[in-house]
């Protein structure tokens, strides 16, 4: 999707959101959710969300786990950041994580509905249209950096780089 330029200058691009989302993978499933509300409602992600201020991108995908999913995740490891330029929506950084393990039990709250997979069978038709992109390297245990461009839900442009140094 990155056959035309970008309309963005990613030089001089600057999140107005920092956010984050994580990614648990054992045992040949990845544990996603069922977005109930906000942006993404109906949508099939993995947990995370706004990181509040004085907050680090690890506390806040730790905390935000523990909101949507009632599960706290061991040891976490960034794996991607993810810039989005959303058009009507402010933009958006990402820090991706993942993780191979989690204390407690998934369960649903009034934000998700857990939701476990094979990591051959991701539901990417119920997923943001980047999501193919960039998942299957998390999936991999590989480090990446995607930038796209959004027009309301709609993917416009796209740039995936794997294999990046953080």
Same mark, same amino acid.
């Given at each position: 999707?990155?056959?035309?330029?970008? =309309?963005?200058?990613?030089?001089?691009? !600057?999140?107005?959101?920092? =956010?984050?989302?994580?990614?648990?993978?054992?045992?040949?499933?990845?544990?996603?959710?069922?977005?109930?509300?906000?942006?993404?409602?109906?949508?099939?992600?993995? @947990?995370?969300?706004?990181?509040? @201020?004085? $907050?680090? @991108?690890? +506390?806040? #995908?730790?905390?935000?786990?523990?909101?949507?999913?009632?599960?706290?995740?061991?040891?976490?490891? %960034?794996?991607?950041?993810?810039?989005?330029?959303?058009?009507?929506?402010?933009?958006?950084?990402?820090?991706?994580?993942?993780?191979?393990?989690?204390?407690?039990?998934?369960?649903?709250?009034?934000? =998700?509905?857990?939701?476990?997979?094979?990591? +051959?069978? #991701?539901?990417? !038709?119920?997923?943001?249209?980047?999501?193919? !992109?960039?998942? @299957?390297?998390?999936? $991999?245990?590989?480090?990446?950096?995607?930038?796209?461009?959004?027009?309301?839900?709609?993917? %416009?442009?796209?740039?995936?780089? =794997?294999? #990046?140094?953080?």
């Amino acid at each position: 999707m990155h056959s035309i330029p970008s =309309a963005v200058d990613w030089t001089a691009w !600057q999140p107005v959101i920092r =956010a984050t989302l994580m990614f648990i993978v054992r045992d040949g499933q990845v544990l996603l959710i069922e977005k109930k509300r906000g942006l993404g409602a109906g949508k099939i992600n993995g @947990p995370g969300g706004k990181i509040d @201020p004085g $907050e680090t @991108p690890l +506390q806040a #995908v730790i905390r935000e786990t523990e909101e949507e999913l009632r599960i706290t995740p061991h040891h976490p490891r %960034k794996l991607g950041e993810l810039w989005f330029s959303m058009g009507e929506i402010p933009d958006i950084l990402c820090h991706v994580y993942r993780s191979g393990d989690f204390s407690g039990i998934p369960t649903e709250t009034e934000e =998700a509905v857990p939701v476990w997979c094979p990591v +051959q069978s #991701v539901p990417y !038709q119920r997923m943001w249209d980047d999501d193919v !992109q960039w998942l @299957p390297l998390l999936l $991999e245990d590989r480090t990446f950096h995607g930038k796209f461009v959004f027009q309301d839900e709609a993917l %416009k442009w796209s740039h995936v780089e =794997a294999d #990046v140094r953080w």
